[in-house]
């Protein structure tokens, strides 16, 4: 199986953590046939430390390329164009396997085209065991079950390269959830064939300026994944559509409160119930309901004579527009 498994890593600005994730590589139990390593532009010598581990990769290839910076998802599209391996495993690089990943992974490779597992969310000195296969486990459709919650780590995929060139790798105009969309457009394909097992064989670093952390990013991105494959979805569209939306709003609320900004996490709270409302009634019916309000608006403030009622429905109209 070693000729098998291609390894990509895209690296920006990865100096602290390249030299761990690669020997996370190196002390494999199944050795790949290369690991890729992919710098999108660092200013932080992450190439020069990576071109350091050729000599303790144990008989491992090991390649590295530099790009100018255009993001994660083009570094490992560029990862993936040259890989020869039959099987791609994605790490990121400041990411980490257990050694019995490659070898754990590969045993459920009969019939499957897109492998994954549970994995160890680390934060800090923090360490918690993250039940991904339990989602998967308890869906009648993947595809489904994956588009409402999203519970793939890239650290933990392995994925057919001729399937991942045939979707068209990862979508380069996501600034975030690239791996996401990349998982929808496998499983959309006739024939594809997810297995998810429960061991937790990837160190998923909760980096603080990591894209996971950039939330309005990650907010916008979780959108935008869900309108490009809603039409996938064969049962339960509404509610699907009407949970991830919530799913995703109430992640970047979170998100907020534990970075303290009150305001923000205010603001994504306002906005949900405008795009709930977008998102579910068709276009026509909802610029009709918002002709609708604004002409009851309007009549309100003709027939008030007080005028005290006109300036607070000024004010709240002004602001509801802002938030939608």
Request: hydrophobic share 45%; with cysteine; glycine share 6%.
């Amino acid at each position: 199986m070693r000729d098998s498994v291609s390894i990509i890593i895209p690296a920006y600005q990865s100096a602290a953590t390249i030299r761990y994730a690669l020997a996370s590589v190196a002390a494999q139990t199944v050795k790949p046939l290369e690991a890729i390593v992919i710098d999108d532009g660092s200013s932080d010598g992450s190439t020069d430390i990576a071109e350091a581990m050729r000599g303790e990769m144990n008989g491992i290839d090991l390649v590295v390329i530099r790009q100018t910076n255009k993001g994660a998802g083009a570094a490992r599209n560029a990862g993936c164009r040259i890989a020869k391996g039959e099987w791609l495993a994605f790490l990121d690089a400041d990411d980490a396997w257990l050694p019995e990943k490659l070898e754990r992974s590969l045993a459920h490779a009969e019939g499957a085209s897109l492998i994954a597992h549970d994995f160890i969310e680390v934060k800090g000195s923090a360490e918690t065991y993250r039940d991904s296969t339990r989602h998967f486990k308890a869906a009648a459709d993947p595809f489904a079950a994956l588009m409402l919650r999203g519970f793939i780590p890239t650290s933990t995929v392995l994925a057919k390269r001729q399937d991942v060139l045939e979707v068209g790798g990862f979508e380069e105009s996501l600034p975030a959830a690239q791996d996401y969309d990349l998982w929808l457009k496998l499983l959309e394909r006739p024939g594809t064939r997810l297995r998810m097992f429960p061991e937790a064989l990837t160190r998923y670093a909760v980096n603080p300026g990591g894209i996971t952390s950039q939330v309005e990013r990650r907010l916008d991105c979780s959108l935008r994944v869900l309108e490009r494959h809603v039409e996938s979805l064969r049962h339960n569209v509404e509610r699907i559509v009407f949970l991830r939306i919530l799913i995703v709003h109430y992640e970047a609320f979170s998100a907020y409160l534990s970075q303290g900004r009150w305001g923000q996490a205010l603001l994504v709270l306002a906005k949900t119930p405008a795009r709930l409302v977008s998102a579910l009634i068709p276009a026509q019916f909802w610029m009709m309901s918002a002709l609708a309000w604004m002409a009851f608006v309007m009549g309100f403030y003709y027939f008030d004579n007080a005028g005290y009622y006109k300036e607070k429905l000024g004010m709240f109209l002004s602001y509801f527009l802002k938030l939608s």
